[in-house]
């Protein structure tokens, strides 16, 4: 009935990757979410979207990227998962599209693109702690232990004394800036209580 309406293309793409559950999706199924989430941006052009509002447009097409992000970070094709993130932040702004654009650089190795990521970050919500902790993790990462910058500790510290996450991308940043501090904290009294965070967490 609606062939060109970008929102029943990307309800079709998310059904197709919960079709097999609880079992993992297949590789069929990641190519045909990847095409019917390419023919929700497409869509956004068709005449069926034309009286639709920008704001709405510019979500689809944020949510459109993203997912396209997340289906190549399951298949471990961190350049393509890196440029999709990276477009999705450019159409909308969101944490959740941060945090997954900051995870794939940092999980990736591609550490040239971290400073760029967490001054974005950084400039669209300075007073909270995600930007700060991914800039404590590419120190805590980059750095000898022995040369351990302290601003990185206190930046670490920021997710430290955050509320637990509810986004799972914010979750999966907040768990790895724990498990950072943890490490550094480790044989120390404040260990335990990070551990007993983690597993809070569901790490």
Same mark, same amino acid.
């Given at each position: ?77 961190? !350049?393509?998962? %890196?440029? $999709? ?6 159409? *909308?702004? @969101? =944490?959740?599209?941060? /945090? ?42 980059? !750095?000898?232990? %022995?040369? $351990? ?6 930046? *670490?510290? @920021? =997710?430290?004394?955050? /509320? ?40």
């Amino acid at each position: 009935h609606a062939p060109d309406h970008a929102a029943v293309r990307l309800n079709y793409a998310s059904a197709i990757m919960r079709s097999n559950s609880p079992s993992p999706p297949t590789e069929a199924d990641y190519d045909l979410a990847e095409l019917q989430y390419a023919r929700a941006l497409d869509a956004e052009d068709s005449p069926t979207m034309k009286f639709h509002t920008p704001g709405p447009r510019a979500n689809r097409r944020a949510l459109a990227l993203r997912m396209l992000g997340n289906l190549r970070v399951l298949r471990e094709d961190w !350049s393509a998962a %890196e440029n $999709f993130f990276e477009s999705s932040w450019k159409q *909308l702004p @969101a =944490a959740a599209t941060w /945090a997954a654009w900051a995870e794939v650089c940092f999980a990736s190795g591609q550490k040239d693109k971290l400073p760029h990521i967490i001054d974005e970050g950084l400039r669209h919500w300075p007073e909270s702690w995600w930007p700060r902790a991914m800039r404590g993790l590419a120190a805590a990462t980059y !750095s000898s232990r %022995e040369r $351990f910058p302290l601003q990185a500790a206190e930046d *670490l510290a @920021a =997710a430290e004394l955050a /509320a637990d996450a509810t986004q799972p991308e914010l979750r999966s940043l907040q768990a790895r800036a724990l498990f950072t501090l943890a490490q550094i904290e480790a044989g120390r009294p404040r260990a335990p209580q990070l551990i007993q965070r983690l597993e809070a967490l569901g790490t």
